[in-house]
């Protein structure tokens, strides 16, 4: 059974570009919980999907928008691309119903030059 | 301010001693989670409380819910433990999201 996997590993943009991570949850997992992890510093809530929408968002900006397939799979895009979004960015799993543990992936590295 | 405070930020210990890493945080809970993260990026989630204590091998997590304070305890500490480990908690008012400590790096030297 595959854990949580995420595409790609890492990751060169520039400035003003756009991106899009992807990540799909584990076998049986239906919610997808995006973090934005910056060197030095803890996990920061970005969203979490499940039932394709979204449920909770973090204090982050309409630059940073998601998505889930049908299959639970999960996309994280950010526009307009700044410096400072340079980061790794976890996904994690949970399964239902409770939805109380979380899996992580192993992450996007993401550099903005 | 951070919601979630870790201490210390960073330790360094001898092979073989006990360690105690520390978390506190502001308001009520429904569970409390220690995490481990390897240099690769990877997290993996060790425990996962909402009282009392848990042990799983080396490992010791206890949570005191009314002084809103858990710590994570390695016994017999080995240099395959140097990670860095965060505390990360679920408030009672925010479903299953989960707000993280900064992380404490821990180092141990053989």
């Known amino acids: 059974d595959a854990g949580v996997t995420q595409s790609p590993t890492h990751l060169i943009k520039t400035r003003g570009q756009q991106v899009t991570l992807r990540c799909s949850p584990k076998?049986?997992?239906?919610?997808v919980s995006w973090y934005q992890q910056a060197l030095g510093q803890g996990p920061q809530f970005i969203f979490q999907?499940?039932?394709?929408?979204?449920?909770q968002r973090g204090n982050f900006p309409d630059r940073f928008s998601g998505h889930q397939f049908p299959n639970y799979s999960s996309e994280l895009n950010v526009n307009a691309l700044l410096l400072g979004d340079s980061a790794l960015y976890l996904c994690?799993?949970?399964?239902?119903?409770?939805?109380?543990?979380?899996?992580f992936g192993p992450g996007t590295r993401l550099l903005v030059l | 301010k951070n919601e979630v405070e870790q201490s210390p930020q960073n330790l360094t210990a001898q092979e073989g001693e006990f360690i105690t890493i520390n978390c506190s945080y502001s308001?009520?809970?429904?569970?409390l989670h220690w995490l481990q993260q390897h240099p690769g990026g990877g997290i993996v989630s060790l425990f996962m409380?909402?009282?009392g204590k848990k042990k799983h091998g080396r490992l010791i997590a206890t949570i005191n819910i009314q002084e809103k304070h858990s710590s994570l305890h390695i016994t017999a500490s080995h240099p395959r433990d140097s990670a860095v480990y965060i505390c990360?908690?679920?408030?009672?008012?925010?479903?299953?999201?989960?707000?993280f400590g900064e992380g404490t790096q821990l180092t141990v030297n053989p």
């Open positions: 994690a799993s949970s399964p239902p119903p409770i939805r109380e543990t979380q899996y």
């Open positions: 076998s049986g997992h239906d919610t």
């Open positions: 999907y499940y039932e394709e929408e979204e449920r």
């Open positions: 308001v009520g809970i429904s569970a």
């Open positions: 409380l909402s009282s």
């Open positions: 990360a908690v679920r408030w009672e008012t925010s479903g299953s999201r989960l707000t």
